[in-house]
């Protein structure tokens, strides 16, 4: 099955710079990878995803981008806001497939 | 609200104690999902149904028992927990269409989850 490895763990980052998490998977057949956020008390929600097509995609402040012949995909986050303290869980999953597979999530803080 | 809605948002029961954990989804979907989340293992899937029909056990111990009566209902029914059990239960749902199943729309919405405690 899927393993889906997720760097680092916990990231500290001063408000107004960049964060980057990074994933690795091991099924070369997965095609479709999100990112989600969960605040403290609250349920995950996705904030952005990219499919195999595609090596790069960036909705204002968030990227996500793609190597497929690393199987690696990061998510980088520019000009932090303290709003943007949660933990990210990145996925992996293989059209057909039924379930997503997690991350272990990276708990990011920033830092007024 | 993300259209998954699950009941009740917390939850302390002894090990004797017999509850269930209810899900609904008004998203038109035909995939839903039970995850557990605790500090040990964040995500952990447990249980999947698509189109009412169990697809996947994730070597869930039996004190566990879910029930799909339709596309838009999700159960758990927990019965002699222990303390481990202790997490916070979510809920998911996907929307999957074609005789092959692939999903038409990949993105999975959770629900806000119940917080268990098992004393």
């Known amino acids: 099955g899927e393993n889906v490895e997720q760097h680092p763990s916990t990231l500290s980052v001063q408000e107004g710079d960049s964060a980057v998490i990074k994933c690795t998977y091991s099924?070369?057949?997965?095609?479709?990878f999100p990112w989600y956020k969960q605040e403290l008390g609250k349920r995950p929600q996705l904030i952005i995803d990219i499919r195999s097509n595609v090596g790069e995609k960036k909705d204002q402040r968030i990227a996500v981008t793609l190597n497929k012949t690393a199987k690696h995909f990061s998510l980088h986050i520019t000009e932090t806001q303290p709003e943007d303290s949660a933990v990210y869980f990145c996925a992996a999953i293989n059209f057909g497939n039924e379930k997503l597979t997690f991350g272990t999530g990276t708990r990011l803080t920033i830092i007024p | 609200e993300t259209g998954v809605t699950q009941t009740p948002r917390h939850l302390v029961m002894g090990m004797t104690n017999k509850k269930s954990l209810k899900c609904e989804q008004h998203?038109?979907?035909?995939?839903m999902y039970w995850y557990k989340q605790s500090a040990k293992k964040p995500l952990e899937l447990m249980f999947v149904y698509n189109f009412k029909e169990q697809t996947e056990n994730n070597s869930v111990p039996s004190r566990f028992s879910p029930e799909c009566p339709n596309s838009s209902h999700l159960f758990l029914h927990l019965h002699t927990l222990q303390p481990e059990d202790s997490a916070l239960y979510l809920c998911a749902s996907r929307s999957l269409e074609g005789a092959w199943r692939l999903p038409t729309n990949e993105k999975l919405f959770f629900g806000s989850g119940t917080q268990l405690s098992v004393l």
């Open positions: 998203l038109g979907h035909n995939a």
């Open positions: 099924d070369s057949a997965s095609n479709y």
